[in-house]
């Protein structure tokens, strides 16, 4: 084959470059110019809204399907290879303890919360590089472990600092959390069904023998595992999991002195770097940490911790000593501290769904009475979800400023990103309309729900190189975007069937104008995520080009992203295909065209392999779900064409 390098030309990269911007800047210049279609669209936006004296739907439209259970937040720590040197199992001890008993010397002996709070703010250095606080390592560990914020009253930083102080004793500590209804894994540990928490101890038997064993090789090597193939890797993960914290070599706080790649060690590895250490320091390293908990010990029962403080205030100057080019200031610290404490994302779905729900309820109350009441209420919940989206930037600005590249850089992050991109379009087209204002608080809840399921990593992690570069927030920033508006267009859709369905010769005039709005709305929405992802897919060819010497490759994220291009351009030009114009057509069209969107994202990130690919071979949508999709959206089109063709088919 014949292969084409540009990646030397300039005078053929600049001539690209120039007819992209001019591609940019003619498509932006859309949403501004006299005579275009997206002009006349406000336009009619606003004839809509003036004609209209109120605004209502029934609140059955959108049936609250979501179940807002807490879910603790997911993803892999220090859990990154299965091998059989993560079980040394002839060293467990199965001695069991009884829960009470084993409860009562943790909380007997757990440290106070002031000095819990100062270890908290210790760096350590974590399997993948990333400096952070003990906090952020503890505070995760906790919640994936258990599921929960804290364990009989302690949070996270009591409960590591306890592991790492009397770790045999977390062998008996129920903690670790099973699926209640998965009968297969209590029956192999031998634990009563329907258990939630277990302990370590019963993953072994009394050999020492690991229990998930002869099950583990069939789940790992599974192309798509099955939901009980996925409860025995997250088990096993979770006795990883657990079993490096207590072995201690995650708590990585000594910095190896002039180590090319800024190297941090745990206690136990210290014996492998001894001939790194000079002097005083190698005396310091092996005496620091016992002499610290020790201090600890004393302090628990003089409640003097004042030579414990000083100790770890003298490790932290070591670590300033050696490790000062990667270590986080100050600022950084704390502000990562109070990230991890409030855990804003995962509580702000709970915020947009009830502030959605019940403005929801005040613009259907209006369609029937509309008095300044109802009107105040329908402002409160704007402003309050307006509060919740400046939460939201917030949260974003933080984890930003945390973790030193924009927030949008893997599965989790671009979640996050596309429900504030989502409620962002959604305050903007919702000016007019109070009905696109709530419907997109209920989005984002429904994002940012599924952001915090198993399947997804809400750690802060290292960029790889190739995402280490200014492109990551420009391309990846506008793509990811141009979500918001697609999946705001997708519920207006729904909606706008919905109140097809619920159309009679009653309502018929009062319906119509909404659905009129809707439809107005949505094609705005299409066209700005159109817009944006036709300029970011144009911007990732200007990256491929800058990183690899070559615009297009066939990737299948590069293929869907263009799949979804025309498949939404498809569906704003159907008002020029006679036999595809009218409401019903359009709003039923634009209803399928998200699951292009779905396919670039979902499909390419977790089932595919490629540059874009987050994790191949994942399933976190079964094909049952798609086949139960599909068959949905055929019985709302009948079901709507039906009122459609009866009442405003012309």
């Known amino acids: 084959g014949t292969v084409l390098s540009v990646n030397h030309d300039w005078w053929g990269t600049w001539i690209t470059y120039i007819g992209y911007s001019l591609l940019y800047i003619g498509m932006i210049w859309m949403f501004f110019g006299k005579g275009t279609r997206f002009g006349t669209l406000r336009k009619q936006l606003k004839k809509i809204s003036d004609k209209k004296t109120s605004l209502g739907i029934l609140l059955a439209l959108i049936g609250l399907s979501v179940n807002a259970q807490e879910e603790a937040t997911s993803g892999k720590i220090n859990t990154q290879q299965h091998t059989e040197e993560h ?16 409860d009562s010397v943790i909380k007997a002996n757990a440290i106070t919360q002031a000095h819990a709070d100062k270890f908290g703010e210790l760096v350590i250095q ?13 505070s995760q560990l906790l919640r994936k472990l258990s599921k929960s914020n804290s364990y009989e009253g302690l949070d996270g930083d009591q409960v590591l600092f306890s592991m790492l102080e009397n770790p045999m004793l977390w062998y008996n500590v129920p903690i670790i959390h099973l699926e209640a209804k998965n009968d297969s894994i209590h029956h192999v540990l031998g634990i009563k069904e329907g258990e939630e928490h277990v302990a370590l101890t019963h993953f072994f038997n009394e050999r020492g023998e690991y229990k998930l064993a002869p099950f583990l090789e069939e789940a790992y090597r599974a192309e798509v595992p099955d939901k009980f193939q996925k409860d025995y890797k ?23 002195p002039h180590n090319e790649h800024n190297k941090w060690i745990s206690y136990p590895e210290i014996p492998e770097f001894k001939d790194a250490f000079k002097g005083q320091d190698s005396l310091y390293i092996y005496k620091a940490l016992p002499l610290y908990m020790q201090s600890v010990r004393i302090a628990k029962s003089t409640g003097n911790y004042q030579q414990a403080e000083d100790l770890l205030q003298s490790i932290k100057g070591f670590q300033k000593k050696y490790g000062a080019d990667i270590l986080p200031s100050d600022q950084k610290i704390q502000a990562e501290i109070l990230y991890n404490k409030y855990d804003i994302f995962k509580n702000l779905y709970r915020y947009y769904l009830l502030f959605g729900a019940v403005m929801l309820i005040f613009v259907v109350i209006r369609i029937f009475k509309n008095n300044k009441a109802i009107r105040l209420g329908i402002s409160t919940f704007k402003w309050l979800i307006g509060i919740s989206f400046v939460l939201h930037t917030l949260g974003l600005i933080a984890r930003w400023y945390i973790s030193g590249h924009a927030p949008w850089s893997d599965a989790y992050e671009s979640m996050i990103y596309v429900a504030w991109a989502t409620v962002l379009f959604g305050i903007i087209f919702g000016k007019k309309s109070n009905l696109t204002y709530s419907s997109t608080a209920f989005v984002a809840a429904i994002i940012l729900f599924f952001a915090h399921q198993n399947w997804l990593d809400p750690a802060i992690a290292n960029l790889v190189p190739v995402l280490d570069s200014y492109w990551l927030m420009i391309h990846v920033s506008i793509i990811v975007a141009s979500y918001g508006p697609f999946t705001l267009s997708f519920i207006l859709g729904i909606l706008a069937l919905l109140l097809m369905i619920f159309t009679t010769a ?16 949505t094609e705005m929405a299409i066209t700005v995520g159109l817009v944006m992802l036709t300029i970011g897919n144009f911007l990732g060819g200007q990256w491929a080009n800058e990183s690899w010497g070559r615009y297009w490759s066939w990737d299948p994220k590069e293929t869907w992203a263009l799949i979804s291009i025309m498949v939404y351009a498809f569906v704003l030009h159907m008002r020029l295909v006679p036999g595809l114009r009218g409401l019903f057509a359009f709003n039923w069209a634009t209803v399928f065209a998200l699951s292009s969107i779905m396919m670039t994202y979902f499909g390419v990130n977790f089932y595919l392999t490629g540059l874009h690919s987050y994790a191949s071979g994942d399933q976190i949508i079964s094909y049952q779900f798609i086949v139960i999709a599909l068959v949905l959206w055929i019985i709302l089109g009948a079901l709507a064409y039906m009122k459609y063709k009866k009442y405003y088919k012309k």
């Open 87 to 102: 079980h040394p199992h002839t060293s467990i001890d199965k001695k069991v303890f009884k829960k009470t008993y084993v």
């Open 126 to 138: 974590d399997v993948g590089g990333r400096m952070k606080p003990a906090n952020t390592y503890s």
């Open 234 to 256: 997250r088990a096993d993960q979770l006795v990883n999991l657990l079993y490096n914290t207590l072995e201690g070599k995650i708590f990585k706080i000594f910095p190896v």
């Open 506 to 521: 009653k309502n018929k005039k009062k319906l119509e104008v909404n659905i009129k709005e809707i439809t107005v709305i």
